[in-house]
């Protein structure tokens, strides 16, 4: 440790803090939706748990991936089958590619949960056990931290340096995830935006689990989603939504107004 305390490492730390705050989104959004699967009294509770228990989880990970990173890099299988589908894989990818498939699932079944007709959905969904939840925010915490941890450490390879990163970004997060949740609640038509992104994360996930995998399907190969794409689709997204948000309340007001001046 000796040395860590250099101006060159401070600006590295506050790199990675950065680092971990920008690609910590997506992570923070699951959080959110996902804690709303068990009772209200104990989501605030679930998401500290979810993050402490996550942050210790990534500083072994991030230990091992500085120690043995050729075996999460290496081959284990691979599929030809001719014209087809061809790829090589190893473990990162067989991980990232499992995270897409579950997120899109999550994303999916929560986005089919809003599309119903009934007055209040929350009444008829089944709640889930405090323990399956918190399992899962963490297994999905730690399929997140491959890309921040690869990330970092393309900056750094101390890891006392991306250790503390790792910690103050899980402060932020536990800091933030109340103010996120509630505010998903107060602003239902966001909940379905956040929906569609973690669905695009899960998209963006498969895309770099099968470019890892050097993945062909039929001859086409599967090129990893770009960040920036994945940005600007929030953006438009999101915008979107503003718009369309703003232009309902502006019907609203003006049917209201029309209802007042009306003759009774």
Excluded: C
Excluded at 34 to 50: A, F
Excluded at 85 to 91: K, Q, S, T, V
Excluded at 116 to 136: G, P
Excluded at 163 to 181: F, R, Y
């Amino acid at each position: 440790m000796e040395g860590l305390f250099t101006l060159e490492n401070l600006f590295t730390l506050g790199m990675l803090v950065a680092l971990q705050a920008v690609l910590g989104f997506d992570n923070l959004l699951y959080i959110a939706l996902e804690s709303r699967r068990v009772e209200p009294s104990k989501q605030t509770s679930i998401r500290k748990w979810g993050i402490g228990l996550a942050v210790l989880l990534r500083i072994v990970l991030l230990f091992a991936l500085l120690k043995v990173l050729g075996t999460f890099t290496k081959e284990l299988f691979s599929l030809d089958i001719q014209g087809i589908i061809e790829g090589h894989f190893n473990l990162k990818s067989i991980v990232v590619l499992i995270g897409g498939v579950f997120l899109i699932y999550t994303a999916i079944k929560e986005i089919s949960h809003m599309m119903m007709l009934e007055e209040d959905i929350n009444k008829e969904r089944k709640l889930s056990s405090y323990a399956s939840v918190l399992f899962s925010i963490v297994i999905m915490n730690a399929i997140f931290s491959f890309d921040s941890i690869l990330s970092a450490m393309a900056l750094t390879k101390n890891f006392y340096i991306m250790a503390t990163a790792i910690v103050i970004g899980g402060i932020l997060m536990v800091l933030l995830a109340d103010k996120i949740t509630a505010f998903l609640q107060k602003n239902r038509m966001y909940e379905v935006v956040g929906l569609f992104i973690l669905l695009l994360v899960g998209v963006m996930l498969l895309s770099e689990g099968a470019h890892d995998a050097q993945l062909h399907l039929f001859g086409a190969e599967i090129t990893a989603m770009s960040k920036g794409t994945f940005y600007l689709a929030i953006f438009v997204m999101v915008v979107v939504e503003m718009v369309q948000g703003r232009y309902q309340k502006n019907l609203v007001a003006m049917k209201n107004e029309r209802q007042t001046k009306s003759p009774k």
